[in-house]
């Protein structure tokens, strides 16, 4: 798992351990069925480009990158692959409890929040 860095990268300094602990197993789901993605890559965490009351203001937020760059240079997206986006949906709701919520951004990245 990497971080964005750059002037558009993504501050996760003081990330809350509901989101921080949780990084890892989604990895290896999101892995486990896009291989080809290869490592996952945070994009946004307490970062000013987010809706006024968004989670990610309070550190319990994080945007993971949903597509990769393939072969040719052009990006390849998760979400094209629909058999694949729904196995890792569903992975991801066994693996979450009730206190999370997962949302597929338009194809570009999966938000998940931690809401107790
Ligand atoms: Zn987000």
Redo the contacts with the bound molecule.
């Keep these: 798992m990497k971080v964005k860095t750059g002037k558009w990268g993504a501050d996760v300094r003081f990330m809350r351990t509901e989101i921080v602990s949780k990084l890892w197993n989604i990895e290896q789901i999101i892995l486990h069925h896009c291989p080809w993605i290869e490592e996952c890559t945070i994009t ?1 965490g307490n970062d000013g480009k ?1 809706m006024k009351r ?3 203001y309070k550190n319990t ?3 993971i990158r949903t597509w990769a760059v393939g072969s040719g240079g052009k990006r390849r997206y998760i979400d094209d692959e629909k058999p694949a986006m729904m196995s890792i949906i569903n992975d991801l709701n066994v693996f979450f409890g009730p206190d999370y919520q997962l ?1 597929w ?1 338009d194809k570009d ?1 999966l ?3 931690w809401d107790p």
């Design positions: 946004s987010h968004s989670k990610h937020a994080v945007d949302m951004h990245h938000h998940i929040e």
